[in-house]
């Protein structure tokens, strides 16, 4: 008999305490929904603040690699990182999504040897 009042307490301060706790998650849901709208208004605001021109050119490095490996960067992007690779490749990578603005940017390029080599060969 005293097993199944416990039983009931139990169950009663369940029942109690579930919408209780139910309340708080819905009000954490509202403040993360208000944080996302806050957030895109700030990334719109950004975005409206770049200057923007009628004429969008492409950008492209030309990668052509052989008995090496080659490491591209756009902006102190790591890019191509398929081309860390010991077998020889050609490639055109498009590069308008690792410029930020107009203006000036940069690129690196770091040539280096096959796997278990020393060197660089005559060949690379």
């Not at 009042?5 to 305490?17: K, N």
């Not at 819905?26 to 957030?39: C, G, H, P, Q, Y």
């Amino acid at each position: 008999m005293k097993m199944k009042s416990s039983m009931r307490q139990f169950v009663f301060i369940i029942a109690f305490l579930l919408p209780v706790l139910c309340k708080g998650q819905a009000i954490d849901n509202l403040e993360n929904k208000n944080m996302d709208m806050k957030v895109e208004e700030f990334l719109e605001k950004q975005a409206s603040l770049m200057k923007s021109y009628p004429v969008k050119p492409m950008y492209y490095i030309q990668i052509n690699k052989q008995e090496c490996k080659v490491i591209v960067s756009v902006n102190d992007i790591l890019i191509g990182h398929q081309f860390v690779k010991d077998e020889g490749q050609t490639m055109l990578l498009p590069i308008n999504a690792y410029l930020r603005s107009s203006g000036e940017f940069s690129y690196g390029i770091e040539v280096l040897p096959k796997k278990n080599e020393l060197y660089l060969t005559d060949k690379a």
